[in-house]
């Protein structure tokens, strides 16, 4: 685990936990003006919120900006492969069904490098909760055009646009089985706390694209704080309509859009268990 | 982006909890933009946030200390919310930019103490019960104060030149 504040032994010695018992001692390096704070702070709320204790977490991240955020929390942290994270936050899940896993990354890393893995993990269906920092952006890498960037952004990396669509995240998600599909927005950090709450509490997989601004590399994101609204519709469980309203909207409603009631992947040990000696004998030359 | 008109809290305990959550949702993020300037060597602005964040925090004891709280209440179900996203005295986590100097930080949070002045005046007219009404135009009192406050401050910093973003070694190259 991360450096974190003293928690006493049990939940009931020190009442309810606060947001600032899941974060750890140390501080971003992001940009100052990042939408990544605001989600830090939202999911640091959201465990208050589900009072889930720290060492009941495991976030798990891939490669980027956004997939730092494991270390400034106090829960188990994995910062993983580029565009690996759901892979690994699905053998942990499976692997250990007690503990509750969030799944962080931005655009690129969760719809490029990883984004085989998106399609399948919502197939799958595994317990878990998938929360994207989307920027439009890589970052990281000094603002490359994503997969959400818009083909038209003229950029010194990208001259007069890529010209190539954007990826719908929220549809893919949809259209693959994702349980639960939900857009927040990092300048609504208590509203996206609330979200990435019910995202953990719905079974199966969860996921929740939060568009989150790059104001070093798009600095016209500020304007996204103008054209966010809460959703006007409340959640549906009907894959159709939610396809129809989100293939409708202008991409800045924010809410649970979808709530469906698959049945999870099943998790813990299946089949014959074998030890590891027996495993690695099947390997041995 | 509005989630509902200016309607007050009935009850006093309720607008003041509200205020509460106001000066600490307020506290919390210039704490949080002082990590962030601090991390970004800025420590001229870091110590400006710093120092506003122990600000409203202590305006969120006092009302803890008015109200006989010992603990902040907790969120009542169904109960006011703010016209915005945030409460009006937030700043937006996008304002900051590593190379502000203080009297950036400075302009902000003048702006956030009108924001909070005017939010205060406008609870006092929506207000339907006396005690929320006396609250609010004792609180809008205390903003207005902050703001000039805040107004004397910015005259004792130097105002930055045209060219305070310029950065030799920038992260982005647009020529």
């Known amino acids: 685990m991360n450096d974190a504040v003293t928690l006493p032994e049990t939940a009931e010695a020190a009442g309810p936990l606060t947001a600032k018992d899941y974060k750890s001692a140390y501080k971003p390096i992001w940009c100052p003006g990042c939408g990544d704070y605001s989600v830090l702070g939202a999911v640091t709320r959201a465990f208050a919120l589900v009072q889930v204790r720290p060492e009941n977490i495991a976030v798990v991240s891939g490669i980027g900006c956004s997939s730092r955020i494991p270390a400034y929390t106090s829960c188990y942290g994995f910062h993983g492969v580029h565009g690996r994270s759901l892979a690994a936050a699905t053998g942990l899940k499976v692997a250990r069904p007690d503990l509750t896993v969030l799944v962080a990354c931005g655009d690129g890393d969760g719809y490029s490098i990883g984004g085989n893995h998106f399609l399948h993990a919502c197939r799958r269906n595994v317990d878990l909760t998938y929360i994207v920092m989307d920027n439009h952006v890589y970052g990281m890498t000094k603002g490359q055009p994503s997969p959400t960037t818009e083909p038209d952004w003229d950029s010194k990396l990208a001259p007069g646009g890529t010209g190539v669509r954007s990826f719908h995240p929220l549809v893919i998600a949809l259209a693959s089985g994702a349980n639960f599909v939900a857009r927040a927005f990092s300048g609504d950090p208590n509203g996206t706390a609330e979200i990435i709450a019910q995202a953990i509490r719905h079974p199966g997989f969860s996921f929740v694209e939060i568009l989150s601004p790059c104001v070093t590399f798009r600095p016209e994101q500020r304007s996204w704080k103008e054209q966010a609204r809460p959703s006007p519709v409340g959640p549906t469980g009907d894959a159709a309509q939610a396809a129809r309203r989100l293939m409708t909207d202008d991409g800045f409603n924010i809410g649970v859009l979808y709530t469906g009631d698959r049945t999870p992947y099943p998790l813990g040990p299946r089949g014959t268990r074998r030890s590891i000696a027996e495993l690695e004998a099947e390997f041995t030359l | ?175």
């Not at chain 2, 919390?28 to 710093?50: G, I, K, P, S, T």
């Not at chain 2, 107004?151 to 190259?173: I, T």
């Open chain 2, 1 to 175: 982006m509005s989630r509902a008109g200016p309607k007050a809290p009935r009850t006093l305990a309720e607008f003041m909890q509200k205020a509460l959550e106001m000066e600490i949702e307020a506290s919390q993020r210039y704490a949080e933009f002082a990590d962030a300037m601090e991390m970004h060597n800025n420590r001229e602005v870091a110590d400006l946030f710093r120092r506003m964040s122990g600000i409203e925090n202590r305006h969120a004891e006092q009302i803890m200390a008015e109200m006989g709280w010992k603990e902040p209440p907790p969120p009542t179900p169904g109960g006011f919310r703010w016209e915005g996203f945030e409460a009006p005295e937030t700043i937006a986590v996008d304002e900051v930019h590593y190379l502000m100097q203080p009297y950036h930080a400075l302009t902000l949070a003048l702006a956030s103490e009108e924001r909070a002045e005017r939010f205060f005046a406008q609870m006092a007219e929506a207000a339907t019960t006396e005690p929320v009404r006396k609250a609010a135009l004792e609180l809008m009192g205390e903003e207005r104060e902050h703001v000039e406050l805040i107004r004397q401050w910015m005259q004792k910093v130097p105002k930055p030149d045209r060219n305070w973003a310029d950065d030799p070694d920038p992260p982005r190259y647009t020529d």
